[in-house]
């Protein structure tokens, strides 16, 4: 009904703007309203985009800016990318002087926390208009943009962290590529196992990453958060400190894994310094499974890669979850929220913009725009594809959002407070893992009164 | 003051009467053609020094969420956290201690001993002083912090000079013992500005008192020590307050080295960096970072004061010339 009234609605008011261009997009399979200029197509909007990531990223996000442009020739662009540390340093100021840029990018935890801090446009009414058609995308997506019952942001791809094996390493050592229902147990040996016989690390960085904390925990049935926001999930630390004692024994007695100080040198530098890209070891964490683009395509086509799931606890269940990469917002600060909506359809439901994209930023969401990426993936792609299929089937469910202050804690108690001090051996992990639940129940009960 | 104007000019009289009331008019004019003059300065002090630090200082008593602009009065809440419930603050004091008390001697030890061998010099003093002296002006910067990650990491410049050698590699960035030893030598090879300071001073000590010494049999080092050294004290004196200063407020070279986290373990946290962190990071509370600030200012200050009132023990001014 609603696709109905707004198709008529965009054939009266393409033909006011007297566009010819947008009555082919009108014949695309989409049949989607993406050139649907409303009454302003003969004004002047100027837009402002700005997002993390790096030179790849900025490089396909600029050719599509472009694209759109050339669709919507009265539309001004302007953009801006940084580095991920950067862009939240920049983003905070500009929120504080109400010059945030028209649309931005969001992660998960800082989306749920910036809507409820009312930063962002809903995007509900331009749902319903029809400017963001959400014909071709599965319910479940379109709620991952959801806070307190209203849409903030699409999301910009689907994601999920993981674990990315050269393959041709564990030829090369003689062993086999484990299977997606692997446990620690078998995942110790294995990283063992590669460093004895390949001579470099069997795992590189960040087996102490803030995510894997949900993870380990999700695998025991136990969401990390408490219902109500106001506290951690969990009073016995043990999942926690095993995971720390495990990497311990890796690192300081089987030497299987970098030391921590060897870790702190890459991992703030691009994907073409990271040590799976240069050979240094045979698996490594990804923070999503996205980043195997970056990865590989630094790494070089004649390489072989393939994502594994983390590994689950000895009986428990798979704890990962399938969840947006990032999101594309639209910001209270934008003069023209309905342009910026108009692009962000034209992000995720494009076929030829997203055939730029490329799943950088995630598995597409649109289901048609992802069966035309699929008909010709490269390598990188495929696995990915491959991996998000897999986990489709045995995953946790994706949990959102998030209560307030869990930036906070992920950032200032998580690293320094715990996985840091305790990797370098300042703090044994049982200490750590008090301190980490006793101020994380302070700054939770703090932030969601 | 009219009244004790027109008071005076009464008693003398009308004429002069009419000179003052046209000399406070001239006066006025005066001054007010003065104040147009300096208000660009004027204006840029009170709007982006005075205004902004008695904000800061009312801001030190609240919670100020800068996403979402909420401020909320919360008294002593701030120092209280800071100094019982912050873990990571006392790291971070500790820290930037650390850098001080080593960097600050060991720089004006270095930018003495150079001083000297300047002024001993006879030719190319002009080319050695530049020299010596641009690392204190690109010292700062952005750019020269990058370099400094790059040859201090894992397979950077002084890594591949050890392997050379015959010794091992180190993870100076790394590791918890090193990574503050690379800021100290930053610091201390920015040297530059102390060192001038102090070739200035040098040259103020009378050649006579040399010529002196040397008759009655004196050395290099006893004249070093007896002459140039206590001569040198106000000097000494100028350098130390204002290193002291500059060294509690590093940011930039900790910020780039660090990635602007403090890593290793918080071992590079300088104060500056973490009042960053706080203000503008992630749970950004422009209050707290206020009240961290705030502090600073007084430490600074009471820093500045033990070494005014010490200074009369050891700062020998020269008073005999008068």
Redesign the interface.
């Known amino acids: 009904m609603t696709k109905r009234l707004s198709r008529r609605d965009f054939l009266r008011l393409s033909a006011a703007a007297g566009a010819g261009t947008m009555l082919s997009a009108y014949g695309s399979p989409l049949g989607s309203h993406l050139a649907a200029l409303p009454a302003l197509a003969q004004d002047k909007v100027d837009l402002r985009f700005i997002w993390w990531g790096g030179q790849l990223r900025a490089d396909i996000t600029t050719q599509v800016i472009k694209l759109f442009q050339a669709k919507n020739p009265n539309v001004n662009f302007t953009y801006e990318f940084l580095s991920f540390d950067d862009y939240w340093t920049l983003l905070t100021a500009q929120a504080a002087g109400d010059g945030l840029p028209d649309i931005m990018q969001h992660g998960t935890t800082t989306l749920a926390e910036w809507s409820k801090k009312d930063l962002l446009h809903p995007l509900d009414e331009y749902i319903t208009s029809g400017v963001i058609d959400f014909t071709n995308i599965p319910s479940v997506l379109q709620n991952h943009g959801k806070v307190n019952d209203k849409i903030y942001a699409v999301s910009a791809g689907s994601n999920a962290n993981g674990i990315i094996a050269d393959l041709d390493a564990f030829e090369r050592a003689g062993i086999d590529v484990p299977p997606d229902t692997w446990t620690w147990g078998d995942f110790e040996e294995v990283v063992k196992g590669l460093s004895e016989n390949l001579g470099i690390w069997g795992f590189g960085s960040y087996l102490h990453h803030v995510d894997l904390w949900r993870i380990i925990y999700s695998g025991h049935n136990i969401d990390l958060y408490a219902p109500d926001g106001k506290s951690l999930n969990y009073t016995d630390d043990t999942p926690i400190v095993d995971h720390m004692k495990m990497i311990l024994r890796l690192q300081d007695e089987d030497f299987a894994i970098p030391h921590i100080s060897e870790e702190s040198e890459v991992n703030t530098l691009g994907p073409e310094a990271q040590f799976i890209v240069k050979g240094q070891c045979a698996m490594d964490y990804l923070a999503g499974s996205n980043q195997l683009v970056a990865m590989w395509t630094a790494a070089g086509e004649d390489r072989h890669f393939k994502i594994l799931p983390v590994p689950r606890p000895e009986g428990g269940r798979q704890g990962l979850a399938i969840r947006p990469s990032q999101y594309e917002a639209v910001t209270v600060n934008s003069a023209n929220p309905e342009v910026a909506a108009m692009f962000l359809n034209f992000f995720i439901n494009d076929v030829e913009a997203n055939k730029i994209l490329n799943a950088e930023r995630g598995v597409p969401i649109n289901t048609v725009v992802l069966d035309a990426l699929k008909a010709d993936a490269a390598a990188p792609q495929k696995a990915i594809y491959d991996y998000l299929a897999r986990l489709a089937e045995d995953s946790a469910e994706f949990v959102f959002p998030d209560p307030l202050g869990v930036e906070d804690i992920r950032t200032n108690v998580y690293y320094p407070e715990f996985a840091d001090p305790v990797r370098y051996g300042t703090k044994s992990p049982e200490d750590a893992a008090v301190t980490l639940r006793e101020m994380s129940n302070e700054i939770l009960a703090e932030a969601n009164k | 003051m009219t009244s004790v104007l027109q008071k005076d000019v009464s008693k003398v009289g009308l004429d002069k009467r009419t000179v003052a009331q046209k000399g406070k008019k001239h006066w006025r004019h005066n001054n007010l053609m003065g104040y147009l003059f300096i208000s660009p300065w004027l204006i840029g002090f009170l709007g982006l020094t005075l205004i902004p630090i008695a904000t800061s200082l009312a801001l030190s008593f609240t919670h100020y ?5 909420h401020v909320e009065w919360t008294g002593l809440e701030n120092f209280k956290r800071m100094f019982y419930d912050d ?2 603050y006392w790291r971070a004091v500790r820290a930037t201690f650390k850098f001080a008390f080593i960097s600050v001697p060991l720089k004006l030890l270095f930018a003495l001993l150079v001083a000297d061998l300047l002024y001993n010099a006879r030719r190319f003093v002009g080319v050695y002083r530049a020299i010596y002296y641009a690392p204190s002006i690109v010292g700062g910067s952005v750019a020269v912090a990058v370099m400094w990650r790059q040859i201090f ?2 397979r950077g410049l002084v890594n591949d000079l050890m392997l050379e050698v015959g010794l091992e590699r180190k ?1 100076w ?4 013992k090193y990574a503050i030893w690379t800021l100290i030598l930053m610091a201390v090879w920015q040297f530059g500005s102390p060192m001038l300071i102090f070739l200035a001073g040098l040259k103020q000590i009378p050649n006579e008192y040399y010529e002196a010494a040397s008759i009655d049999g004196a050395g290099a080092i006893s004249k070093f020590t007896r002459i140039t050294l206590p001569l040198l004290t106000p000097v000494i004196f100028f350098n130390l307050v204002m290193q002291l200063i500059f060294s509690f407020m590093t940011f930039t070279q900790a910020y780039v080295v660090s ?3 403090g ?4 071992t590079t946290l300088f104060y500056s960096l973490y009042v960053y ?1 706080r203000s ?5 509370n ?1 209050g707290y970072g206020s009240a961290m600030a705030w502090v600073m200012l007084v430490v600074i200050a009471a820093f500045t004061g033990v070494i005014f009132l010490s200074s009369r023990f050891w700062v020998f001014y020269d008073t005999t010339e008068n």
């Open positions: 969420d800068i996403l979402s602009g873990p990571r990491s894992g993870l960035l790394g590791d918890i990635g602007g986290t890593k290793p373990l918080d962190i503008f990071g992630v749970g950004a422009m």
